[in-house]
């Protein structure tokens, strides 16, 4: 549903959403966008933040690069890890759209909660400079697992 609503307020280049289980399908959300103009990747995060399918008890939007796949928590956490600079990556949007089920609301207080907005994004100004990933090809990483593999994994 945040994948439709995305679209349907204008913004391009989705190319994947993920409501990751641990956060209910609805507290960590994850958006993977193909980034076409500055601004952009906020652009994801904030619609995706406020629009009625991901406003409701939302407490996380990420957003990644396109070469990076929503659902794959490792990949996720490997974004912000590599593609997050703190200061300048992470938003805070206040009194936002909480209730009654929020674990983390204190007693009395179920009507508010707040946002952080990742943007696990290459800088959009020099995402073309930004060093590229390392990875072995699938042909060497196939060959090395036939090789090491039980020592590696037991």
């Known amino acids: 549903m945040i994948w439709d609503e995305l679209e349907k307020a204008g913004v391009p280049g989705v190319q994947g959403v993920w409501c990751h289980e641990a956060g209910g399908g609805r507290m960590f959300n994850i958006v993977s966008i193909k980034q076409a103009y500055p601004g952009h990747s906020r652009q994801a995060a904030l619609v995706a933040s406020q629009c009625h399918a991901g406003a409701y008890l939302g407490r996380w939007v990420i957003v990644v690069d396109e070469d990076i796949d929503p659902s794959n928590t490792f990949d996720v956490l490997w974004a912000i890890a590599s593609r997050v600079e703190p200061s300048e990556s992470i938003d805070i949007i206040r009194k936002c759209w909480g209730g009654p089920l929020d674990p983390r609301s204190p ?35 196939e060959k090395t697992l036939a090789k090491w593999g039980e020592v590696l994994f037991g």
Do not use: H, M, T
């Open 107 to 141: 007693v009395g207080q179920k009507n508010y909660n707040s946002r952080a907005i990742v943007d696990a994004c290459r800088p959009f100004d020099w995402k073309d400079d930004f060093p590229p990933v390392a990875e072995s090809s699938p042909e060497l990483r």
